[in-house]
């Protein structure tokens, strides 16, 4: 089995939304941590490409969709330069 470096941090999330939802519909929160963790990523890669070409787009949602990538705007990622993947993180594996 390949190590993709997120699991620790997906079983953490689904292990605290397990206890308040059925078995039958916890596969929907599962694929949809996966899907957030896959735009969140992708944004990210792009946003440095972007940034390190100093051209300026990088807060430009076209130069995201020519790339097929996922734009996440300003008000989606944090003070801290945080996208919404790593923002849910810390939300939901702080006590």
Same mark, same amino acid.
């Given at each position: 089995? !390949?190590?993709?470096?997120?699991? /620790?941090?997906?079983?953490?999330?689904?292990?605290?939304?397990?206890?308040?939802?059925?078995?039958?519909?916890?596969?929907?929160?599962?694929?949809?941590?996966?899907?957030?963790?896959?735009?969140?990523?992708?944004?990210?890669?792009?946003?440095?490409?972007?940034?390190?070409?100093?051209?300026?787009?990088?807060?430009?949602?076209?130069?995201?969709?020519?790339?097929?990538?996922?734009?996440?705007?300003?008000?989606? !990622?944090? /003070?801290?330069?945080?996208?919404?993947?790593?923002?849910?993180?810390?939300?939901?594996?702080?006590?």
């Amino acid at each position: 089995m !390949v190590a993709l470096g997120f699991e /620790t941090q997906l079983w953490e999330m689904a292990d605290k939304l397990r206890g308040n939802i059925e078995s039958s519909e916890y596969k929907h929160v599962v694929l949809g941590l996966v899907f957030l963790k896959y735009i969140s990523d992708s944004f990210e890669e792009k946003y440095n490409e972007l940034l390190e070409e100093g051209s300026g787009f990088e807060e430009e949602r076209d130069g995201y969709l020519a790339d097929n990538v996922f734009f996440v705007p300003k008000e989606a !990622v944090g /003070t801290d330069g945080l996208t919404v993947w790593r923002l849910l993180i810390s939300k939901l594996t702080s006590d």
